[in-house]
């Protein structure tokens, strides 16, 4: 079935209004696409007006990868990255420098990272950051696991790559304090990055720089 998304521009901005005309699957895949972040109900309109003018195996390939992300992808045991197979290719990959960890605060920075090809070391997940307003102390983060980690792997360096923003900031500092007694060099990001921003939204040459500008804490 084709629908022109002209037709129903106006509509999906009335969704209220013109609910009662516009079919249920229709409101239906809005309704969850609006759950998304940054997606709102216009946008999720958009997408689903869009969807209907694709062929049907395109939007099977969608909804077989939205499943597939929860069937098929698990936390790595050792570096709390996503992956299929436990431990993940960053923990195994010998292609990949084992002397140093770079420590982030979710997996979704790991992908920011890769993508400025300048990092080859190992990575480890804290699950978060300290945020005393929201309960999260180091008890609730992967920071003993960690320790352990810098114990049994003897890395040279672990560059802190939390974000620029209040809550990273007191956990890399917090890390600072916590690592120095062990012997190992401990970096920080550079700035460069944006103040109160996110790793996941820095271009990759921003974020390249920051990397390359870390600096001892
Ligand atoms: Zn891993």
Do not use: W
């Amino acid at each position: 079935m084709a629908v022109s998304s002209e037709s129903h521009a106006h509509e999906a901005g009335e969704p209220k209004r013109r609910a009662g005309a516009i079919a249920g699957p229709v409101l239906s895949l809005i309704n969850e696409l609006s759950k998304l972040p940054t997606i709102g109900p216009k946008t999720a309109a958009r997408l689903v007006f869009y969807l209907l003018n694709r062929p049907r195996n395109e939007a099977q390939a969608l909804a077989d990868a939205i499943v597939a992300v929860k069937d098929r992808v698990q936390i790595c045991s050792r570096c709390f990255s996503i992956t299929e197979e436990d431990p993940c290719p960053f923990c195994t990959d010998p292609r990949r420098d084992s002397a140093v960890i770079c420590v982030v605060a979710e997996a979704k920075d790991i992908f920011a990272l890769e993508r400025t090809s300048a990092y080859s070391g190992r990575y480890h997940v804290l699950g978060g950051l300290i945020s005393p307003m929201d309960g999260i102390g180091p008890a609730q983060l992967h920071v003993k696991e960690l320790v352990e980690r810098i114990g049994s792997e003897q890395p040279r360096e672990i560059i802190l790559a939390t974000n620029p923003n209040a809550e990273g900031e007191a956990t890399a500092i917090y890390l600072a304090r916590l690592l120095a007694p062990l012997g190992v060099s401990v970096t920080r990001l550079a700035y460069g990055l944006p103040i109160g921003g996110d790793l996941d939204y820095a271009d990759e040459v921003t974020l390249a720089k920051a990397l390359e500008g870390r600096r001892a804490l």
